[in-house]
């Protein structure tokens, strides 16, 4: 991953995934809804590296998400090596926005986009987004823009 390509990714994170044989429907390639499975992988991968979940639980409150929206390139079989890819596009006030690639054998299998806000524990109403990870979002931004 060269400089240019994190900085139109902040906080990119990716894993290797291993395709199971349960992940297989009945016509020999991956369901559909193993994908959302490995979006929720890299959601957590995302969020132990960048934005530790049990500390959001600590201060009151948690991530949920609002929408889903993957758009399938091409099929992903048994014995495929897949790699998957998430990052932060957007980050509102209330909102967040990730965008994610799975690659299957070096090929772009499948593109997603997920959106969310946070919410207190207490009431589950959304709060606005912390300042720490404002500060690590602009901190990707101004890099981008002296570039």
Do not use: C, H
Request: cysteine-free; charged content about 20%.
């Amino acid at each position: 991953m060269t400089l240019a390509n994190n900085l139109q990714r902040p906080m990119q994170v990716e894993i290797a995934i291993n395709v199971q044989t349960y992940d297989i429907d009945f016509v020999g390639i991956v369901s559909n809804i193993v994908y959302i499975r490995w979006l929720e992988d890299l959601r957590l991968k995302f969020l132990d590296e960048y934005w530790q979940l049990n500390k959001q639980f600590e201060q009151g409150y948690a991530p949920i998400l609002v929408g889903t929206e993957i758009e399938y390139k091409r099929p992903i079989k048994l014995f495929d090596k897949v790699i998957g890819r998430l990052w932060l596009s957007n980050l509102g006030r209330l909102k967040w926005t990730v965008q994610a690639e799975i690659l299957s054998n070096n090929e772009l299998a499948a593109t997603a986009t997920q959106k969310g806000a946070l919410i207190n524990l207490q009431n589950s109403r959304p709060i606005p987004i912390p300042e720490e990870l404002q500060k690590k979002y602009s901190g990707y931004q101004q890099v981008d823009e002296n570039i």
